[in-house]
């Protein structure tokens, strides 16, 4: 089986509808009808309260804690920030980390790290819940007695959707989070269907910085360029997975693979180019150069997941029809 047609399979069955705990009917998607969630696994479920309000609990280990929807949101994840604007929660979200420049409106505060977190710093703000990129942290924020989400970074696109749902759960925002998961799947599959009748397949090469580390097709990032019909140059040297999915490659390999497309998203880090990667010795030999196929990505779109996704795809996609009309 093609390897697109493979995760447009997994895709279909992984974006889901509401119905199992909502009135709302059935997402249908050209033609499609998409499985229902299991909220099991995501562990939230909601409870009613002596005082009206409407609560959620949260697993969070052994015991399960109850509490109203948050109204003071930090997040120490880009990705999670992204995400709660996307489906309404960012007039909860007081406090986001110093990463977190998207969307414009965000709270962004400088010196706030989701990386070498400051656990006074956070608590500071006097949240009501925290989300954070994974659970090093958990265990001392809920000894201050504040509630933490862990959105951990996806494997596939399935994992990206139940966490959406979840953080929708979780903030009380369910519509918001459905809406955002039919419009990912119906962008996704818009920006590709016209490919279906292009000559397939191309290769490429996907630079994280100018002492060429990239990342495989089994990577997040590279499932979005396999949505497109793309092969990757660096799937090769990593079979056996000993570098997670980030290897680092020789200019030598790369002559040899010398692929149809240079993707690039180093400009902000490394200070990269088309002229930059033009002028590395033996770089001009190259197709992807010679032919003017050396494409930048935003970095801080490629490496989060949410939203903006479908802008990476979107890019991807328009370098992929304009190397076949070549």
Not at 122 to 145: H, K, N, T, Y
Not at 158 to 183: C, K, M, P, R, Y
Request: charged share 20%; net charge negative.
């Amino acid at each position: 089986m093609h390897k697109k047609t493979w995760l447009w399979m997994m895709l279909s069955v992984a974006v889901v509808s509401f119905a199992s705990c909502s009135s709302e009917p059935e997402l249908k998607y050209q033609g499609t009808t998409f499985e229902p969630v299991d909220t099991a696994e995501i562990l939230i479920t909601e409870s009613p309260s002596d005082d009206g309000n409407s609560r959620v609990v949260v697993q969070a280990g052994p015991e399960a804690e109850i509490g109203i929807y948050p109204e003071a949101i930090v997040s120490l994840s880009p990705s999670s920030t992204e995400i709660l604007f996307a489906i309404g929660a960012g007039s909860s979200v007081i406090a986001v980390d110093d990463q977190s420049n998207y969307p414009p409106e965000a709270p962004l505060v400088e010196g706030l790290s989701g990386w070498n977190v400051n656990i006074e710093a956070v608590a500071s703000f006097e949240p009501d819940l925290v989300i954070v990129s994974d659970s090093d942290i958990q265990e001392e924020l809920e000894v201050l007695g504040i509630r933490v989400f862990v959105a951990s970074a996806p494997d596939e696109f399935g994992d990206l959707f139940q966490q959406i749902f979840a953080i929708g759960e979780v903030t009380g925002n369910t519509d918001g989070a459905h809406d955002l998961v039919a419009s990912i799947q119906r962008e996704m599959f818009e920006l590709t269907e016209d490919l279906k009748q292009l000559p397939m397949p191309l290769t490429y090469y996907h630079e994280l910085d100018d002492t060429l580390y990239t990342a495989t097709g089994t990577t997040f990032i590279g499932q979005i360029y396999a949505l497109a019909g793309l092969e990757n140059i660096a799937d090769a040297v990593d079979e056996e997975g000993s570098s997670f999915g980030y290897p680092q490659l020789t200019q030598e390999f790369i002559f040899e693979a010398d692929p149809d497309i240079i993707f690039f998203a180093d400009a902000k880090c490394c200070g990269q180019s088309f002229e930059t990667i033009s002028d590395r010795p033996g770089w001009s030999d190259l197709k992807a150069v010679k032919n003017g196929n050396v494409i930048e990505i935003n970095s801080d779109i490629s490496s989060r997941w949410g939203p903006r996704l479908v802008d990476f795809l979107s890019v991807v996609t328009s370098a992929v029809s304009a190397v076949n009309s070549q």
